[in-house]
């Protein structure tokens, strides 16, 4: 038989320190019960294993049990006097999942570099193996029989090697990205130029239509007189 304790945070009771009388219950089956206990448990719980946990008797009213003792159908854990009965391993548990939710907190607050700054400052403290090299290849691959402690080293190595080059691609990138503005901007002017000299041109090609008119002209009227000339010659 497997060691049976009660699933709710801050009670400590199991199957060898229990009081007499305290009975240990599974989960509800039915569904709708199980969503009742879910609602209550998932605040009261530090785990909650629907197939293996137990919830003890001290957490039902009186009017849960039937005249047997036997948990009713309908019965929903309701009593949680987290002071009645702690225990000073389960506080260590407490403990140790307050912290846990404190740097979630502060990871969720920090954003990616000063997450990054963060790391190294408290890698900084940390003294790295003086035989570091000896267990790594030039591209910062462990070599075989690599101890754990250097195998982790060396993957804080490698991700810093590849933060520094990410880096700076992304330098070059900055760099590319301004030059391409820079051309932008160039191509625009010598747009702007080209259509002023369009413009022009087309000034020009109207100056030079109307003198052709003009020309045009002055050709008919000398054709007429031309042809009067030879009118008269015959
Ligand atoms: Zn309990």
Redesign the pocket.
């Known amino acids: 038989m497997s060691h049976i304790d009660?699933?709710?945070r801050g009670?400590?009771?199991n199957i060898f320190n229990k009081p007499r009388g305290?009975t240990f219950h599974p989960c509800p089956i039915r569904s709708d019960m199980r969503n009742k206990w879910l609602q209550i448990l998932k605040t009261k719980c530090t785990v909650l294993d629907w197939n293996r946990s137990r919830?003890?008797?001290?957490?039902f009213e009186t009017k849960c049990f039937n005249i047997k003792g036997k948990l009713k159908d309908d019965a929903v854990p309701t009593l949680f006097s987290s002071a009645a009965?702690k225990h000073p391993v389960k506080q260590t548990q407490e403990t140790s999942t307050s912290s846990r939710t404190t740097v979630d907190r502060v990871l969720n607050k920090l954003t990616q570099a000063e997450l990054m700054s963060d790391i190294k400052n408290t890698l900084s403290k940390m003294k790295e193996p003086s035989n570091l090299e000896t267990y790594m290849n030039d591209d910062y691959r462990c070599k075989p029989d690599t101890p754990t402690e250097a195998q982790l080293w060396i993957l804080i190595k490698k991700q810093d090697h590849l933060n520094t080059r990410l880096m700076e691609l992304v330098v070059q990138n900055k760099k590319h990205v301004e030059l391409l503005q820079k051309n932008l901007e160039e191509a625009r002017s010598s747009k702007k130029e080209t259509e002023q000299s369009i413009e022009t041109y087309k000034y020009i090609v109207k100056c030079l239509q109307e003198k052709l008119a003009t020309l045009e002209e002055q050709i008919e009227i000398l054709t007429t007189v031309e042809s009067r000339k030879k009118k008269r010659l015959y």
């Open positions: 009660c699933a709710v009670c400590n009771y305290v919830i003890c008797s001290k957490h009965h």
